[in-house]
């Protein structure tokens, strides 16, 4: 059977896939292998997505090989010794993708914003949308979208930096050439460290995140006295090289509960006592790895990291040019625990458990990360219906929540606690707006980030809205609208028992089974069980992508906001 004839039409069904990022691209190809029709609109004039406007020196926070699709080898520049893929090499191979696989295979709009997209009217099969560019607006069509518009959306002010005298630049104003060197013109070059009482010639960066730690480190690179500032615990961060790495990118199914427990293993490791003790004592290690990145200057949390895992940000370079090196060599002044209370013309005041802290600087850059809202082209009250707006957990949640739980002997909460209503979307696998479980010609991708192999995790997806689109037989999809609903909620519950007391859209993480059960079968410190390990893996895969259940130890939420002020 071709594929036209699994579609079961005369002419290509029309894809209209919004964003030409990583998720995008893929996307794209998939569907054109699979015989769609494939229209692709991007804001920026470039494939790439975020990845196509970054600062100078960024580095990604993943090895080599987490960002590579099949068909297409990242090469590693003869200049780099890096662990971490560098975001301009990360670009250039995107856009080496797009000119082998996509490129005169789709119709593709830059400089292209989506205005409105709306279903059809009465239940009906398809999209109408409305584009906008400057030659004006366009109205089109489409039977299938794939919104791949990413998780970053709009930048996120604290009103009291929304109204700032002394000038706020956002982290990501500064991925532009013109906004960067406004701000290395304001603040001249010094050959002095920096203190934490500042002057005219310091910049005061705030925010926790990575965003901050590599603004901080660039604009030290470039001469300026820099001030790093942070509110509450940091994430956890692991070394890019052995043994800490381990962390970073091994980190592998076993080791986390699934909400499925349906193999020997699972049940040992996270179902009894001696493996319960075995899975903490892993944590343990790597935790204990982690903090080696860590100091006086530059607290680690004290979180429990098996638990806190949504807080973990990757690998974190540490060549002298970094974030780290740069602050042990007294280039970055780190300001812990500090609240912004007020700002003066010439000054930012801070609340600390030790009183006020006055910190003078002459600008400030905001890495206090995005408002989400990569849905604002869908009418608040379709979004609704879609479920892509957040909802209270169902009925009796709590009951289910704590049986749930006391299925694992690894996941405990301290006496008297009470779990927290967490809202989440109505997503089925992060990729099915429940809302068009009957049209199935939505889905949603790239608004989640996998852990830490991206590029197996889009592109596995993308077989999986493809075949979704076809209504291919093989997947076993819920046969009613109510049993999704339960499936959807099910997941949503498995969040909160997983990760008791956090809320997964402030710090967005999302286990994908395939994803690290790849790893898993490369794990050093499981390599004793090689055999058995190879076998299962064989076998869930296959009967993951049959059932179209690849995700099931998801958190399938599709939108974040990161506010590390």
């Not at 009217?121 to 560019?133: I, M, T």
């Not at 990118?249 to 319960?276: E, K, Q, V």
């Not at 809202?373 to 169902?394: K, Q, S, T």
Request: with cysteine.
């Amino acid at each position: 059977m071709s594929t036209q004839d699994n579609i079961q039409t005369d002419t290509p069904v029309r894809v209209l896939v919004i964003g030409a990022g990583p998720a995008g691209l893929i996307n794209a190809r998939t569907l054109i292998d699979d015989g769609f029709s494939v229209t692709m609109v991007a804001k920026e004039s470039t494939v790439g997505g975020c990845w196509a406007n970054t600062y100078p020196n960024l580095t990604t926070n993943s090895p080599w090989g987490a960002f590579t699709f099949s068909g297409l080898d990242m090469p590693k520049p003869s200049n780099w010794d890096g662990a971490v893929v560098p975001a301009r090499t990360y670009q250039r191979y995107l856009e080496d993708f797009y000119e082998w696989f996509v490129k005169d295979k789709v119709q593709i709009h830059f400089k292209t914003e989506v205005v409105t997209l709306s279903p059809r009217p009465d239940g009906a099969r398809g999209w109408d949308v409305l584009l906008k560019n400057e030659n004006g607006q366009t109205k089109a069509s489409f039977d299938m979208v794939v919104i791949a518009a990413g998780f970053l959306g709009k930048p996120r002010l604290p009103p009291i930096l929304e109204s700032s005298p002394i000038t706020v630049y956002h982290s990501s104003e500064l991925a532009f050439p013109q906004p960067l060197e406004r701000l290395l013109d304001a603040v001249s070059a010094s050959s002095e460290e920096p203190t934490l009482q500042g002057d005219a010639e310091t910049i005061l960066v705030v925010g926790g995140g990575k965003s901050g730690m590599d603004i901080a480190a660039l604009l030290a690179n470039r001469g300026r006295k820099v001030i790093w500032s942070f509110k509450g615990p940091l994430k956890w961060f692991a070394p890019t090289v052995a043994p800490g790495m381990l962390g970073a990118n091994r980190l592998d199914i076993l080791m986390g509960p699934s909400r499925i427990i349906d193999s020997w293993p699972m049940w040992f490791f996270h179902c009894t006592r001696y493996g319960a003790k075995s899975v903490k004592a892993f944590w343990t290690m790597v935790g204990g790895f982690w903090k080696t990145q860590y100091n006086e200057s530059i607290p680690a949390p004290d979180t429990d990291p098996f638990i806190a895992l949504p807080h973990f940000a990757g690998g974190i370079s540490s060549r002298p040019t970094d974030f780290i090196p740069l602050v042990n060599a007294g280039k970055i002044a780190v300001m812990t625990n500090g609240t912004l209370s007020s700002i003066s013309s010439d000054s930012v005041i801070y609340s600390t458990p030790h009183g006020e802290r006055v910190v003078r600087c002459g600008a400030i850059v905001a890495a206090t990360g995005y408002k989400g809202g990569m849905y604002d082209f869908i009418d608040g009250d379709v979004r609704r219906e879609l479920g892509l707006e957040r909802e209270p957990p169902a009925e009796g949640w709590e009951n289910r929540v704590k049986t749930m739980r006391n299925r694992w002997t690894t996941i405990s909460t301290p006496p008297g606690f009470q779990d927290k209503q967490v809202y989440q979307s109505m997503v089925f696998r992060g990729l099915l707006p429940v809302g068009r479980f009957t049209q199935k010609d939505l889905a949603v991708v790239g608004g989640t980030r996998p852990f830490s192999i991206p590029a197996i995790t889009y592109e596995v997806e993308s077989h999986w809205i493809s075949s979704l689109f076809k209504d291919d037989p093989f997947m076993r999809l819920a046969k009613t609208k109510q049993e999704l609903i339960e499936e959807i909620n099910t997941d949503n519950e498995y969040n909160i028992a997983r990760y008791p007391g956090i809320d997964p859209y402030v710090s967005l993480f999302r286990f994908v089974f395939l994803n690290v059960f790849l790893c898993f079968c490369h794990s050093v410190i499981l390599s004793f069980c090689h055999s058995v390990i190879l076998s299962f893996c064989h076998s869930v895969i296959l009967s993951f992508y049959h059932s179209g259940c690849f995700a099931s130890t998801s958190i399938s939420v599709v939108v974040r906001t990161n506010s590390n002020t």
